[in-house]
């Protein structure tokens, strides 16, 4: 059977607040036969709410995104014919046109078929306006994204020439220039390379200057007629990164840009942390795509890599001690524990890393000065640990005793089950084995408010320790979870919330403050380390546009790539606690994200954007400038 056999089309028709809205979905049969004895899956973010009804249908089944629904019995559709039902009482409001199925499929009794899904549509609203990005202007023909703090030049070369190192070239700098050349061509392999180790070209001459801080060089352009200078291995790479920008515009597009003659472009990093933290569970991002990605930042300068290797949607990383983990937690389909979910149908989808994949992503990163911050999103969004590890559930909690903000019911780790400590210490020993970075991402976000209140076993902890609610029980397994990992040299990471329930000894802890500004400043007074990613302007999942036809979630409001770019951390925070903001991170979590397609429009322009907040001084950005250059940035 072909693709085409089947599509479901849905309308979304708003009803009062109680109702929500309703969906009325249409099955095709595109097939030449008749179906029958059928129910029909699918995946969407906009969900059955709980007291959600059916017309020309009965719900069967709800986990999260995952909906199945059977036809009127005897019920069959000829070829041709189509099958129209409603389903009354969502979640929420849709906005957007990938808020419906974004896959579909029939069980049938002898398997499953693939059913193809329209795009959500409604007469509610009006397409809108879709993301727009001006064309922009650049005052100088210079391309390079961050822009430097400081570029002074007076002359322009008339060709754009292939750099060669100076013939006395020390093996470092070499090695580093080939790598930088290589770079480049990964990520433009239709370009021409900047950089040659031999033969003729403009003379590039290295320079060690021990009073430059990490990550700060300098380009002279003289009549030497390039000389690089730069008091560590991270800031010469930069310095080959920004000229490799700066010939291959000038190589590529030479009525625009063109290559400096005579002057300097001094310059060094606005923050620590430039960070990018990218979801492989909602959807699996193969290796190959995961190294492009370290790539890609490494372009923009970008050196904080967080992996979100874990969520309820998939397991992602090998645990030696835990084949389950990734034997049952890194798939989801029909049949299988874990079911599917955003935008993957029937069959077994999903996959992970081995720890031997794991060390050759860290040697590539480490290459390109980019530390790996592993996240294992603990103790919510843990369906697919639960999923494989089915001891470390309750016996005795009900089902479906509560269900987090994605609709998955009882998706969080219970500290009141003995075997939870072991799991969490055995998991925290690999990692922090594995990862040679300083930090450990334990997650904490979103755990549900009514999480464990109804696990015997959580209540008897609960008294024992006197912890009155949810956020108290939280923060008891997390401060257990940082002696862990202090215990292995290393530091806790997390999302704000965990600061909640009284938190974890602030001491060297660092927290992602996501869910507003307001939250940057507040986990800075109460003396946590901070790193920038407000939802409104860094999470590269929110839509740019607020028309309809834009894909992406909004929950957080609209991020256009403007306001992305034109947000600025600092302004959140008072002056006295400035030295706790450690940086900024673009967040690209991939509900949305079902190929390369989405991903690319999603994430580009706008994590070039972050990067330029994280790199260059307030003072010397410039919207025009950077949307008239980021037409220029590699793509996945
Ligand atoms: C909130 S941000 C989440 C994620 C979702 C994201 C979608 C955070 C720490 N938790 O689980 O993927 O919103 O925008």
Redesign the pocket.
Known sequence: MTDAAYRLETRYTPLDDERMGRFDLTLHNLSDRLLSDFTLCYSAVTRAGRGATCGNAALLRRVANFHEFAPPQGFTLAPGASWTFALEGLTHRPKHRLDGPKAAYLALKTGTARVTTGDLRTDAFASGPLRHIPEGKAEIPLSVTPWPQNCAITEWRTEAVVLVPQPATNADDLAATGKIAALSQRLFPASRAPFALTGKGLTLTFLRDASFKADAYRLDFTASPITLVSGSASGRDYGLISLAQIAGAAHADPATFKLPARGTITDHPRYTWRGAHL?VS?HFWPLEDVLRFLDIMAWLKLNAFQWHLT?DEGWRLEIKALPELTATGAYRGAGLPMVPQLGSGAEAYGGFYTQEQVRGVIAHAAALHIDIVPEI?IPG?STAVLKALPHLIDPDEPQDSYRS??GYPNNALNPGVAATQGFLDTVVGEVAALFPGPYIHV?A??VDKESWLQSPRARVLMQYEGLANTGEVQAHLLRRVQSAIRSHGKQLAG???VSHGGGVDAEGTLL?A??NREVIAKLAAEGYDVIASP?QAY?L??VQADGWDEPG?S??GVSTPQTCYEYDAAGDLPAGLAQRLKGVQA?I???HLVNKALFNHMVFPRLGAVAEAGWTEKAGKNWQRFSFLSRLLPKL
Request: hydrophobic letters at 35%.
């Open positions: 979801d909602r969520d999103d969004h903000i994605q997650g976000d979103e999302w704000d919330e992602v996501w869910q939802g999470y999942d929110m979630a929950w957080a967040c979590w991939s509900e």
